[in-house]
């Protein structure tokens, strides 16, 4: 197994991908079964992959999902020279068109959604990992042609920023890649996230589930990783990035843990289930939440508190105000008597 494997870029807020290593350094064991219950962009799922842990990476979005699927639970399957060929000769497709056809003139020009039309056409006919792969690149193409890579960007913002000659003037940078066509952003890609896939010798699973479906499992996990989307931060994921699932119609109820009034009671509820569950529990806490202090905190020194560890971590949307004050924090719980 090569450890020096690096997991592609991934557009997603709040990704972990800097300080996944400092995460999974911290955690006292080293091996066994790693559950993480709120994966995202699987980053610290695949770090705990690449450590040879048994991966369990869940996570309710469709968009994230097929990330797990390509990376954590595939073990060599790559796109080859054939599939770019087959690629290369989409065309357009109008059932698909059809379906897409909400994303004209609201993400993108109709002549994309045409584009678009075939490479979905395309994908369906893909078969197993290599068919999560080719959607994982075609989550990243929509995402890039997107400003600030979030789905909920009105129109009129999309039209002003695909202005290249308005972003150098402004910015010094033209931010080209937002007008390539799909078929270009897939292309220039695919190699990278071909490179990523790898086997640890583990049989490892991804889901798609809400986390207490996850938990009803009957299942025992050395490790249980979480980072849920906490009250006052940037945390309506299902509108950044719905409109992938929406293509696709997987969009699902889920759990909401972003209420300030419910947040507490739900996350000592959930905290106390997975320590029936795992021997260790991992908390992931950003400072910028409001729940960073004081009450969540004061729940957390009542539990089986084990250890806390701090690294600063700056965050792209970050203002430069704030990039200095940011840190994140992970909670080491656990029902052993250390």
């Not at 995202?40 to 799922?45: D, K, L, Q, R, Y």
């Not at 450590?51 to 790559?78: C, H, M, T």
Request: hydrophobic share 35%; with cysteine.
């Amino acid at each position: 197994m090569n450890n020096e494997r690096f997991f592609p870029v991934i557009n997603y807020l709040g990704n972990k991908r800097k300080i996944a290593s400092w995460i999974l350094d911290n955690i006292p064991i080293s091996s066994g079964k790693f559950l993480d219950l709120f994966a995202g962009s699987c980053s610290v799922s695949y770090e705990a992959k690449k450590r040879g842990f048994q991966v369990y990476s869940n996570d309710i979005l469709y968009s994230n999902y097929v990330i797990a699927k390509a990376f954590i639970e595939n073990p060599s399957i790559k796109i080859n020279k054939l599939d770019i060929i087959k690629f290369n000769s989409v065309k357009f497709d109008k059932y698909f068109y059809e379906k897409a056809s909400f994303l004209s003139n609201l993400l993108y020009h109709d002549v994309e959604v045409k584009e678009l039309s075939g490479i979905l056409a395309f994908i369906e006919k893909q078969k197993g990992y290599k068919k999560f792969l080719f959607l994982s690149l075609l989550r990243r193409s929509m995402l890039r042609k997107i400003p600030y890579s979030r789905f909920n960007v009105p129109w009129k913002e999309i039209i002003k920023f695909r202005d290249e000659e308005r972003n150098y003037s402004k910015y010094k940078r033209k931010r080209s890649y937002q007008n390539y066509t799909f078929r270009k952003l897939i292309l220039d890609d695919f190699k990278s996230y071909n490179q990523s896939v790898f086997s640890n010798h583990k049989k490892n699973y991804s889901l798609n589930l809400d986390v207490y479906d996850v938990l009803k499992i009957n299942k025992k996990y050395d490790v249980i990783y979480l980072d849920p989307p906490y009250p006052n931060t940037m945390n309506n994921y299902q509108k950044y990035y719905g409109a992938y699932d929406k293509l696709f119609n997987f969009e699902k109820k889920y759990t909401n843990f972003t209420k300030k009034n419910t947040f507490l009671n739900e996350m000592k509820k959930l905290i106390e289930i997975c320590l029936k569950k795992s021997i260790y529990v991992v908390i992931s806490v950003n400072n910028t939440s409001s729940v960073y202090f004081e009450n969540f905190l004061n729940f957390i020194f009542k539990s089986f508190f084990y250890s806390k560890h701090e690294i600063k971590l700056n965050y792209q949307i970050t203002g430069k105000i704030n990039k200095n004050k940011n840190k994140e924090c992970i909670f080491i719980l656990s029902t052993l008597n250390i």
